[in-house]
């Protein structure tokens, strides 16, 4: 019983110190406009620790410079998806908006990674890493599929024509029947000099081919199977 009150009366001296604090008791430590005024600061220590009231972070100095306690898991530049629909914690979508809608700082980080004047717009695309030739940032790809001749199959096609059209021509010139040698050979026919021997053009026609392709134009999906969401690039607060 005796050990029961001695906890008991710890418990509630903790909730009564913890109550009691007040903003004079409070540590604080030493804040400078913006991080030109922290660089102009002589002889630091190393190890200092000062805040930057321009951007709202802790400093600290290793001895030759001053650099950031940076707090956030994030950096600018990184990418990723969510299913949320509108901006968030730093996290700005990829809707191709201009830079100039943004707040000043996030407008900076934006330019600093190459996003000006607009941001990318990630709508209906894939990701990929740049070729030597992109940068980040750059756009490209076709929404559509085009079959070119070289991109078809290299083969022959082979058919018979139907008979239709088919005809004869007539030579317009008078024959004869004549002997060689005079009653000892059999009568053979000749063409005399009168009429014209040549053919008229009657009849002329054409052939016309039909190969089917076997197709009904249907077109060529070309997404894999997929879940749709955001993509967000980070910029800060």
């Given amino acids: 019983m005796r050990i029961l009150l001695i906890i008991i009366t710890i418990i509630f001296s903790v909730k009564r110190a913890f109550t009691q604090v007040e903003a004079n008791s409070l540590l604080g430590v030493p804040s400078s406009a ?52 509108n901006d968030h914690d730093g996290w700005y979508k990829l809707n191709g908006r201009s830079i100039n809608s943004l707040p000043n700082t996030v407008k900076n980080n934006a330019i600093s990674i190459g996003f ?31 079959i070119r001749q070289e991109n078809l199959p290299n083969i022959e096609f082979s058919g018979i024509t139907s008979e239709d059209g088919r005809h004869s021509h007539t030579i317009a010139k008078s024959t ?5 040698r005079y009653f000892r050979d059999e009568f053979i026919n000749f063409f005399v000099d009168n009429g ?34 955001n993509t967000f690039v980070y910029l800060g607060e």
């Avoid at 009231?53 to 290793?62: A, H, I, V």
């Avoid at 990318?120 to 030739?133: D, I």
């Avoid at 014209?196 to 026609?205: C, I, L, R, V, Y």
């Fill in 34 to 85: 913006n991080i030109t005024e922290l660089n102009n600061i002589a002889d630091a220590m190393e190890g200092s620790i000062a805040f930057n009231k321009s951007e709202k972070k802790l400093y600290f100095f290793n001895g030759s410079s001053w650099n950031a306690i940076d707090l956030d898991k994030n950096s600018i530049g990184a990418i990723k998806y969510s299913v949320k629909d």
């Fill in 116 to 146: 000006n004047p607009v941001l990318p717009n990630g709508s209906n695309r894939v990701l990929k890493h740049p070729s030597t030739a992109e940068n980040n940032g750059d756009t490209g790809g076709e929404t559509n599929t085009i």
């Fill in 176 to 180: 004869t029947n004549i002997k060689i």
């Fill in 196 to 229: 014209n021997s040549t053919t008229n053009q009657n009849g002329a026609h054409q052939h016309t081919v039909e190969v089917s392709s076997g197709g009904s134009g249907t077109p060529i999906e070309r997404y894999q199977p997929y879940l749709v969401v």
